[in-house]
């Protein structure tokens, strides 16, 4: 069964249609990514997952529960990172994790003796008494995830957790978080990293302009375009309109194009030889051509028209 199911979830502020008609599942041990640039409905999503926002129409299912419902019992089952950290700078990290463990309902003893865990997990208990200033962005982070994790939740909702960190603290939590995964955790995952989202997640969901456009595994997503015959091509573009060439849009579909680059996904079930034939017979003098596996980010191009961070 789903620990999570949201259902043509839907919610506007005035004109703007922030999340459109949204629908996907996350199961017990799997990690679900949701990407999209800034503005595309993910956070909003999130913060109606977790009660902050109602929704104008749709339905949220936590547990086999609607969560509406009983929100407290739903609040029980989850934990939320946000992106904002939510922790007190003034306060020790061993302070803010008992703090937040009382505030989830654990007694004093508990929330103390799963704060002791969490340092140990979250390798920070050689800084547990020293105030949140004086931590690396890195440490925060960890911290704010430590917070939501007190009364051990079955799912857990990641708003950009590795947001403006170091490499090194990114790779700490991605690997806390696949441990987290293995224990059988449904985790919530947003991210503007599509690296992340590729070797991190079971299933990804592509969302802009608040619709989810695609859903699937990466390989399911890459064979959206074509599986393994992708090609990009080096040439002078900037004069050159694709749409005009003979023939080549029932052949190839355009992913990207600049004045010096075009990224095209073949159509059909053509032989990559034959294909590369074919574009090497283009009105333009191709000065290099390289077969690729489409990645994440060829994807998003293909179904929103734009990198994900403009």
Request: aromatic content about 6%; hydrophobic content about 40%.
């Given at each position: 069964?789903?620990?999570?199911?949201?259902?043509?979830?839907?919610?506007?502020?005035?004109?703007?249609?922030?999340?459109?008609?949204?629908?996907?599942?996350?199961?017990?041990?799997?990690?679900?990514?949701?990407?999209?640039?800034?503005g595309a409905g993910k956070t909003t999503t999130i913060s109606m997952i977790c009660g902050l926002l109602k929704p104008d129409a749709g339905q949220i299912t936590v547990a086999g529960t609607a969560f509406w419902s009983d929100p407290?019992?739903?609040?029980?089952?989850?934990?939320?990172?946000?992106?904002?950290?939510?922790?007190?700078?003034?306060?020790?990290?061993?302070?803010?994790?008992?703090?937040?463990?009382?505030?989830?309902?654990?007694?004093?003893?508990?929330?103390?003796?799963?704060?002791?865990?969490?340092?140990?997990?979250?390798?920070?208990?050689?800084?547990?008494?020293?105030?949140?200033?004086?931590?690396?962005?890195?440490?925060?982070?960890?911290?704010?995830?430590?917070?939501?994790?007190?009364?051990?939740?079955?799912?857990?909702?990641?708003?950009?957790?590795?947001?403006?960190?170091?490499?090194?603290?990114?790779?700490?939590?991605?690997?806390?978080?696949?441990?987290?995964?293995?224990?059988?955790?449904?985790?919530?995952?947003?991210?503007?990293?599509?690296?992340?989202?590729?070797?991190?997640?079971?299933?990804?969901?592509?969302?802009?302009?608040?619709?989810?456009?695609?859903?699937?595994?990466?390989?399911?997503?890459?064979?959206?375009?074509?599986?393994?015959?992708?090609?990009?091509?080096?040439?002078?573009?900037?004069?050159?309109?694709?749409?005009?060439?003979?023939?080549?849009?029932?052949?190839?579909?355009?992913?990207?194009?600049?004045?010096?680059?075009?990224?095209?996904?073949?159509?059909?079930?053509?032989?990559?030889?034959?294909?590369?034939?074919?574009?090497?017979?283009?009105?333009?003098?191709?000065?290099?051509?390289?077969?690729?596996?489409?990645?994440?980010?060829?994807?998003?191009?293909?179904?929103?028209g734009r990198d994900l961070r403009e």
């Amino acid at each position: 069964m789903s620990l999570l199911q949201v259902e043509r979830l839907s919610k506007s502020f005035g004109a703007i249609r922030a999340v459109d008609s949204v629908t996907f599942e996350v199961r017990p041990g799997e990690i679900y990514g949701l990407i999209g640039p800034n503005g595309a409905g993910k956070t909003t999503t999130i913060s109606m997952i977790c009660g902050l926002l109602k929704p104008d129409a749709g339905q949220i299912t936590v547990a086999g529960t609607a969560f509406w419902s009983d929100p407290q019992r739903a609040k029980q089952i989850m934990g939320v990172v946000p992106q904002e950290l939510a922790i007190y700078e003034e306060l020790s990290g061993r302070e803010n994790l008992e703090f937040w463990g009382r505030m989830a309902g654990l007694s004093s003893a508990d929330a103390r003796a799963r704060t002791v865990e969490l340092l140990e997990a979250l390798s920070l208990t050689d800084r547990a008494k020293d105030a949140i200033k004086t931590y690396s962005g890195g440490m925060k982070r960890r911290i704010n995830l430590g917070c939501a994790l007190l009364h051990r939740p079955k799912l857990l909702l990641l708003d950009e957790p590795t947001v403006a960190i170091d490499p090194q603290a990114r790779v700490n939590i991605l690997e806390f978080i696949r441990a987290l995964r293995d224990s059988g955790t449904a985790i919530l995952y947003t991210t503007h990293y599509l690296e992340e989202a590729e070797t991190l997640c079971q299933r990804i969901g592509v969302i802009d302009h608040g619709q989810l456009l695609a859903e699937g595994t990466l390989g399911e997503l890459q064979e959206r375009l074509g599986g393994d015959r992708v090609f990009a091509l080096e040439a002078d573009f900037k004069d050159s309109s694709p749409d005009m060439w003979d023939g080549f849009q029932q052949r190839f579909r355009v992913i990207q194009k600049t004045e010096k680059h075009l990224t095209v996904a073949a159509i059909g079930t053509r032989d990559p030889s034959e294909c590369l034939k074919e574009l090497l017979g283009l009105p333009v003098r191709v000065q290099n051509v390289t077969l690729k596996r489409p990645s994440l980010n060829d994807v998003f191009l293909q179904l929103t028209g734009r990198d994900l961070r403009e």
